[in-house]
């Protein structure tokens, strides 16, 4: 089932509003929104709090589409009421401004209060599990989409499951489809490099493991949660394994990414009433992947402690990049295997730079459907990619130049 309008929001001044878009990432999503199919018809403002650095940023954007019309709104996530007036006057908020679990929250508030969706590039769990527990009642009641990781965290994986899912289904017909116990798995190769927001709060959230599993056990204990009336879905338990197909070594990936499928999974019919999904990266040689594994350790050892964590938030500054050409030739495949009844898919997703291009491409295109398609999931509150956007957005993907394809 699908619904014309969430929110009464057609009299907005704007479609979209891009808040941080002086920032790298930022700035390439209002890039490539003034440079899509919908920009002629495109209402859109960028926010921040620093003028002088927006009104360089519009005549930036304004040099790529000078025929566009861009406006500027002064927005700081310190102050409450300049995040409320910002989001009343769009459809949709666009949010590059991280750690999110610092700057985030906030603006959340202020979407929800003003009836208006909101996508971000989120991959912190904490700040999605605890949105999850204190705003989705409210959010639903209002129809408002907050979804969160619309970018490579997480909208290949999820997507990609909900992708294969579908091929999955084709092939069982229509007397099983969505009537059995699933399973997909996920494997991620990817070259390239990761944004300084990235790293940022992925410092933050390591730093912060002992104090999100003290919140976790109040939220179980209280149960705040999601409705209840969700579908079966759950993680694999992590194990390292040889993946011949591959010839790969394949190590459980410890991102938001399962999380998000699995959320995506409890809320759709098409999965089946058990499902279970596996996510690892692929590494071709063992002696790599257990300098990986002691890398990572070393990284939440050391996020611990103060001196060293302020030493790791050095290394990469939020707001900086690699080149167009660093960026031209990275790239990212997630393969999948769907498995039903005996059953099995192999399907793939796969795009360009992930850390960057494909990660504004992904979030403004989730904006744009948000604010332009007609037919979405009547699903609302907290929500994922997969489960407030859905099939729209992987044909928006698909003629973006995201490839999704069954092998």
């Not at 009642?137 to 990609?160: M, Q, R, T, W, Y």
């Not at 037919?375 to 489960?387: D, E, W």
Request: overall charge positive.
């Amino acid at each position: 089932m699908a619904d014309k309008a969430a929110n009464p929001t057609s009299a907005r001044a704007y479609d979209i509003v891009v808040f941080g878009a002086t920032g790298f990432t930022g700035k390439l999503t209002a890039e490539y929104l003034v440079q899509s199919k919908e920009a002629g018809k495109l209402k859109i403002a960028i926010a921040g709090r620093n003028a002088p650095k927006l009104e360089a940023c519009k005549q930036a954007l304004l040099a790529l589409n000078p025929k566009i019309s861009i406006d500027l709104l002064r927005a700081d996530s310190s102050d409450f009421t300049s995040l409320v007036e910002m989001a009343g006057k769009s459809k949709v908020v666009i949010t590059t401004v991280g750690p999110y679990l610092k700057y985030g929250e906030a603006l959340v508030e202020a979407c929800i209060e003003t009836g208006t969706h909101y996508v971000d590039l989120t991959g912190e769990p904490e700040f999605v599990e605890g949105l999850e527990h204190d705003y989705q009642a409210e959010a639903e009641a209002k129809k408002v989409k907050i979804i969160n990781s619309c970018g490579f965290d997480s909208i290949p994986h999820d997507l990609g499951a909900l992708y294969t899912v579908h091929a999955l289904n084709k092939e069982l017909g229509e007397q099983s489809a969505g009537k059995l116990p699933v399973k997909v798995e996920g494997f991620v190769q990817a070259r390239g490099t990761f944004s300084g927001g990235t790293w940022h709060s992925a410092i933050t959230q390591f730093s912060r493991f002992r104090e999100y599993q003290k919140k976790r056990k109040s939220w179980k204990k209280a149960k705040k949660s999601i409705p209840t009336d969700r579908r079966r879905s759950r993680v694999m338990k992590p194990s390292v394994k040889y993946c011949k197909p591959y010839q790969a070594w394949a190590c459980p990936l410890p991102t938001i990414d399962p999380q998000v499928v699995k959320r995506t999974a409890a809320s759709r019919k098409e999965f089946g009433p058990d499902f279970e999904y596996g996510h690892y990266v692929l590494v071709k040689q063992l002696p790599k992947l257990v300098g990986g594994i002691i890398g990572a350790g070393g990284l939440v050892a050391l996020s611990q402690f103060k001196f060293s964590r302020d030493k790791l938030l050095k290394i990469k500054d939020p707001g900086q990049g690699p080149s167009a050409e660093t960026r031209a030739k990275s790239w990212f495949k997630v393969n999948f295997i769907g498995e039903a009844n005996g059953l099995h898919v192999w399907t793939q997703v796969s795009g360009g730079d992930p850390g960057y291009d494909e990660t504004a491409k992904m979030l403004a295109e989730s904006a744009l459907s948000l604010a332009f398609d007609k037919s979405l999931p009547k699903c609302y509150g907290i929500v994922t990619p997969g489960s407030g956007i859905g099939v729209a957005l992987i044909d928006r993907l698909q003629k973006a130049g995201i490839e999704f394809q069954t092998l």
